[in-house]
C-alpha cells in the first residue's frame, strides 16, 4: 500500500555538549571531546537519513561567581575542525559548525567553510551567531564586543539603535561575495568589498565548492533575527514549544520573505527540541520526569535561580522554598554565555514578559500554589521536553507540527551523549517513513538538495 502524500520533514542531530540537557550522572553519557562520540551520533543520524548533524560553539569557558562553570570542565573543542574529521566517516549527512561572526573575519572563515565544502562533497553549513558579550571578547585582539550604539540598525527591522546583526548582515554577504569570485569554469576573479564593517579586496584562494554557496542557519527569535533570517538565510534554528506558537512564528518569518524575492521554501524553519521515547505514554511520562530531576541538580537549581535574581542565592537550600528578597535586574553572576542569534535562555527569561521581577513573581506563584522547593519549582518552571510519549505519539505530534506549517523540521537534541538519538533513529523514524512524512533514502549529494534549497547561481 502506498502510503499518502504528506509534506516532507527534515531533520537534523543536535550534537548535547556542554549544557544542562545531556544527564551527566547517567552511566551511558561518555565524552564530551573524544572523536568517537562525534562519529557515534553522526554515524546514528546519517543512519536515519537526517538533513545534518549541528555543532554549538562556546569561545570562552562560563564562569559562575569567579569559577569555572560544573558544565565546562569537559572542554570545548572548535566545530570546523570536529566536522572535517566526520566528513571522512559519513557520506551524506550535512556538516553544520556555529561560527561566531563577531569575533572572526569574512576571508579567514569563507575559506574554512568552502573548504569543508570540498572536502565534504557539498554537505558544509555555517549556523552564524553574534555576540555581545564582552566577557567572551577578552579571548580576542579586540579586547571586547562590538559596541551596539556604533551599529546600524538590521534592514527591514522596526528598531532604532544598534545590533550585532548588522555586522552578520554584512559578513554573510562578504562571504558570498567572495563564494562567486571564482567563475563556474574555475576562473578566479578579485574582490573588493567595501561596507559599515568591513573594506577588504584581494583574491580568494578555494574555488567554487560543490554547493556553491555553503546553507546559511540563522538562530534568533527576536524582530531583528527573524528579518535576519528572512533576507540571508536558508534555514532558521529556533525556538517554541506549542503548536500555537509555531505557527505564528512560521507565518511571520515566511510572510518577511517576499520583502527579500524570496519564496516560502527558500527559507526553512527548524525548531531546536527535545524527545523522551517509552513503550508507552504512561512510560514515557514517568522517564521525563526522572530525566529532568536528573539534568536540575540541587547545584543547577541554585544556580538557575541565581539567573533570575542576579544575586548570590548559593545559602539558600534547594529543598527550600523561593526566596522572599525580589530580584536585582542589573547584576547577573554567571559570565560568558555564548548568544546564539539572541539571547541565551536564562538572559531572555530575565528580560522578557515582565522582566526578573515578574518572573520571580510567577515562579513564586507557582511554588505557593503546588507546595514546591526551589529544586521543584525550577523543574517545573523550565522543562525542556518537547515530545513525550511511544514512538507512535511522538511521530504523530512531529508529524502535526510540520502538516499544520508549525515547523518544517526539527533539531533534535538528545539528553545522552552520544547514543540518545538511537532510539529516535530506530523506533520514530521508520513510523515517518510509512507515514510518507520523511524520506526512506537520501535522494541527492549535497545538503542544499537535502533541504530542497536551490544552488545559487554563479557568476559568469
Not at 122 to 146: I, K, P, Q, Y
Request: charge should be negative; hydrophobic fraction near 35%; include cysteine.
Amino acid at each position: 500500500m502506498t502510503a499518502p502524500t504528506r509534506k516532507q520533514m527534515h531533520l537534523a542531530a543536535h550534537f548535547p555538549g556542554v549544557n544542562n540537557t545531556t544527564v551527566w550522572s547517567d552511566p551511558r553519557s561518555k565524552s564530551q571531546i573524544e572523536f568517537s562520540s562525534f562519529e557515534h551520533l553522526a554515524r546514528t543520524a546519517e543512519r536515519g537519513k537526517f538533513d545534518f548533524f549541528f555543532l554549538a560553539e562556546g569561545l570562552r569557558l562560563r564562569e559562575h561567581k569567579g569559577r569555572i562553570h560544573d558544565l565546562d570542565v569537559v572542554g570545548r573543542p572548535e566545530s570546523l575542525t570536529v566536522l572535517s574529521a566526520l566528513a571522512a566517516v559519513t557520506e551524506r549527512l550535512g556538516l553544520a559548525a556555529t561560527v561566531n561572526a563577531t569575533f572572526n573575519e569574512p576571508y579567514e572563515l569563507a575559506r574554512r567553510l568552502a573548504t569543508l565544502d570540498h572536502l565534504s562533497d557539498g554537505r558544509a553549513a555555517w549556523n552564524v551567531v553574534t555576540s555581545s558579550d564582552a566577557f567572551t571578547g577578552e579571548n580576542f585582539r579586540r579586547g571586547g564586543c562590538l559596541d551596539r550604539a556604533d551599529l546600524p540598525r538590521v534592514p527591514g527591522s522596526a528598531r532604532t539603535g544598534g545590533t550585532p546583526y548588522s555586522r552578520a548582515a554584512e559578513f554573510v554577504a562578504t562571504a558570498r561575495e567572495m563564494w562567486d569570485t571564482w567563475t563556474p569554469d574555475g576562473t578566479p576573479r578579485p574582490f573588493r568589498h567595501q561596507g559599515q564593517h568591513f573594506t577588504i579586496e584581494g583574491e580568494f584562494t578555494v574555488p567554487r565548492s560543490p554547493q556553491g554557496h555553503p546553507v546559511i542557519i540563522q538562530a534568533g527569535d527576536s524582530p531583528e533575527g527573524r528579518e535576519f533570517a528572512a533576507s540571508a538565510a536558508d534555514v532558521i534554528f529556533t525556538r517554541h514549544g506549542t503548536l500555537e506558537t509555531g505557527r505564528t512564528f512560521y507565518a511571520d518569518v515566511k510572510a518577511r520573505l517576499a520583502t527579500y524575492g524570496r519564496q516560502p521554501e527558500d527559507l526553512k524553519i527548524m525548531p531546536r527540541v527535545t524527545f523522551v521515547l517509552g513503550d508507552s505514554d504512561a512510560e514515557a511520562q514517568e522517564s521525563a520526569a526522572e530525566i529532568r530531576r536528573r539534568q536540575i541538580s540541587p547545584q543547577n537549581a541554585i544556580l538557575a535561580l541565581e539567573q533570575v535574581w542576579g544575586r548570590d542565592l548559593s545559602s539558600y537550600d534547594p529543598d527550600g522554598p523561593l526566596p522572599e528578597i525580589d530580584p536585582d535586574p542589573d547584576s547577573g553572576p554567571v559570565q560568558g554565555r555564548v548568544r546564539i542569534g539572541d539571547p541565551s535562555p536564562s538572559s531572555r527569561l530575565r528580560s522578557t514578559r515582565g522582566g526578573p521581577i515578574a518572573v520571580a513573581a510567577r515562579w513564586r506563584a507557582l511554588s505557593e500554589a503546588k507546595g514546591l522547593s526551589i529544586r521543584q519549582t525550577v523543574i517545573e518552571a523550565t522543562g525542556r521536553q518537547s515530545f513525550i510519549g511511544s514512538p507512535e505519539t511522538v511521530a504523530s505530534q512531529l508529524i502535526e507540527f510540520v502538516s499544520t506549517d508549525a515547523a518544517d523540521g526539527f533539531v533534535l537534541v538528545p539528553h545522552l551523549t552520544p547514543g540518545g538519538l538511537d532510539d529516535f533513529v530506530d523506533r520514530v523514524v521508520p513510523l515517518l517513513q510509512e507515514r510518507g512524512a520523511f524520506r526512506t533514502e537520501y535522494t541527492g549529494l549535497t545538503l542544499r538538495s537535502h533541504l530542497g534549497l536551490a544552488d545559487p547561481v554563479g557568476k559568469d
